[in-house]
């Protein structure tokens, strides 16, 4: 079995940062190093003690003075919007009927499915992030194309084929059968294949009839493993005309509710305009919002509210949500995080940020015991950041004391030129997804 030493800074966290002083949160090795048999984390610790722990002719590979964390976790984003990012000008509504739906009917080509596949895998790897939650097209083929990409690099991914069966172009509607039926097949197919986990994805409720939400509610009944993901009150155009579809509904969140859709499996993009109960179901139900910082300011919907969520005890997450986001960089997403809620006067800080972006992510996914921290027996899923990666950076972290400023510093500036190395399941892999990256098709 293979077995490798990772060695540099180590920092992985066990519960979340109360505030700024509260070490008891994470654990830091400065002469670090995580040992790696066979895809798993067997020790992490200190250097001198893990390497005695491992056989003498252990491979050692020396990251020294860069840091290394568990691998990044992103929550929410689209694998067809990958060449969409940056599509100019318009709201969400106007955004998805002119660039998004025009985009995602190219995903009936398998061979383009494929391509973009592997270019969307590349890209979180490149970017440092090794599990991530996507939406595929309304095409099947789509989320063969998707799991077949992630399963050829040992990545631990979750996705699914999006259903939709109303406004939308016709060449992206399946119907409420269809949707159920192809959604039952891939799950059948994907679901607990190796690393890969099915996503049971509804679009939103703009674009499903309540005859789809009942098929959904159907194969979330049938699949209690399964995740759920959607859209949730990100924008008031959307609210407006989601509420007007479902009259009877007390607002946006009780449609999801009155399908039985609402579980802690359910990952609800964006819930930026919710009302105190809104929020107050969410946390009943153990509902996940995912904060999406980029696309949130990207399209112009609005400021999440962490405090709110943290005050109800209602969980979130963090996301990019490519291409509404404008990055695949979990660092570059943290940033903009911080600054949204400095404009609510809501503080972020550096060590809540990357616990945010490992464990925390991790615990939204009921997946902390095999991915977001580098406790014995976890994935050995593992990012390595360099500080210093650009010139700024360099020349900021000389004057940086504390870890916690290096940790601001990285998120403030930094973006995929930090990543240094990517362990996938213990194998190197930035290298091989940065060059690729770098050959046009
Ligand atoms: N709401 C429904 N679909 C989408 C999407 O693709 N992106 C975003 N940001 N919001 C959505
Ligand atoms: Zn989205």
Known sequence: ????????????????????????????????AVFVRGGKVVATGDYAEVRGRAGADVAVADHRPNLVLPGLIDTHLHFPQTQAIASYGAQLLEWLNTYIFVEEQKFCDTGHAAAVADRFMDELISNGTTTAVAYCSVHPESVDAYFTAAE??????????????RNAPDALRDTPQQGYDETKALIAKWHGRGRARYAISPRFAITSTPEQLEMSQALVAENPTCYVQTHLSENKDEIAFATSLYPEAKDYTDIYARYGLLNERMLLGHCIHLSDREIAVLAETRSVGVFCPTSNLFLGSGLFDRDRFDKAG??????????????????????EAYKVLHLRGQKLTPFNSFYRMTLGNARALGLEDQIGSLHAG????????????KPAMEYRMRTATSLAQELFILQTMGDDRCVAEVYVAGKAMKAKASAKARVPE
């Open 314 to 335: 209602a969980r979130w997450s963090v996301a990019t949500d490519v291409g509404a986001g404008t990055s695949f960089s979990m660092l570059e997403t943290m940033d």
């Open 1 to 32: 079995m293979s077995e490798l030493l990772i060695r540099g800074r180590v920092l992985t966290f066990v519960a979340e940062p109360q505030g700024i002083d509260d070490t008891a949160a994470w654990r830091y090795f400065e002469d670090g």
């Open 378 to 389: 976890a994935n050995a899923d593992i990012v390595v950041l360099d500080s210093s990666a």
């Open 152 to 165: 050829a690099r040992g990545m631990g991914m979750i996705g699914g084929k999006v259903m939709m069966d």
